[in-house]
């Protein structure tokens, strides 16, 4: 399975501090994206990273991809009471019949930000 | 824009009752997800459509459930009969993709409905 893994599984901060979440996963991607879940609502999307790219930004977020690793993280500084929520990585690969990508979601990391 | 509209928001049914799920994708969006997120397996891709064809459906648990997108602008997934093991939220999402893929663009996710089945 290429499903990514988030580490750690929960993070407590202060605010103002920052937060680094991490994905490992398996076999080779398409791309890499991250998404927000707060309590009992859907999930949006932050940010996608493709493979070959290294780094990406968006505002307070800094998203890094070591394919030979096989391994993302993200980053949010200067984290905030509202940036509490889940957060999920989701790798984009090929399903078995190797023509059409899929994406498959990690169990998700669950940020605290206390203010 | 609307966003991905889903209905309805909680469904609570008995055990052997037939549950329909709704979803309106964003419009221009050619690709649609069902998806279910349980704590136990996390959130689960269970099919998806392009251009209203389903593509993938290795998802879908069983012969219980069903989905169908008779227009670009509608999808449904029915589970007949439910169990309670299929308590959970169901999230139907869009994206705008090349025609036959899933993943290449993000996702825009709807609100979920939260299923309870007794």
């Known amino acids: 399975s290429q499903q990514g893994e988030e580490d750690p599984q929960a993070l407590s901060i202060q605010e103002g501090e920052n937060a680094t979440m991490n994905c490992s996963y398996k076999?080779?991607?398409?791309?890499l994206q991250w998404y927000r879940q707060n309590s009992g609502r859907g999930l949006v999307h932050l940010i996608l990273?493709?493979?070959?790219?290294r780094e990406k930004h968006s505002g307070r977020l800094r998203v890094t991809l070591d394919t030979s690793k096989k391994s993302s993280s993200l980053l949010i500084t200067a984290s905030r009471a509202a940036d509490t929520a889940s957060y999920f990585c989701?790798?984009?690969?090929?399903?078995?019949?190797?023509?059409?990508?899929?994406?498959?979601f990690g169990k998700g990391t669950l940020l605290t930000v206390n203010p | 824009d609307a966003g991905v509209i889903q209905s309805p928001r909680h469904e609570v049914t008995e055990m052997g009752q037939e549950v329909t799920l709704r979803c309106k994708p964003i419009?221009?969006?050619?690709?649609l997800f069902w998806y279910r997120q349980t704590m136990m397996r996390g959130l689960e891709l269970l099919i998806y459509?392009?251009?209203?064809?389903?593509?993938?459906d290795s998802g879908m648990p069983e012969d219980r459930f069903s989905a169908k997108m008779p227009n670009a602008s509608f999808s449904t997934l029915k589970i007949q009969p439910s169990e309670p093991r299929d308590s959970a939220v169901y999230f139907c999402?869009?994206?705008?993709?090349?025609?036959?893929?899933?993943?290449?663009?993000?996702?825009?996710f709807g609100p979920g409905t939260r299923l309870t089945v007794l």
């Open positions: 999402a869009s994206s705008l993709e090349a025609s036959g893929r899933a993943g290449y663009n993000e996702q825009f």
């Open positions: 076999t080779s991607i398409n791309n």
């Open positions: 990273i493709r493979s070959n790219e």
């Open positions: 989701a790798t984009v690969g090929y399903n078995s019949g190797g023509s059409n990508y899929k994406l498959t």
């Open positions: 419009s221009g969006h050619n690709s």
């Open positions: 459509f392009n251009n209203n064809v389903p593509i993938d």
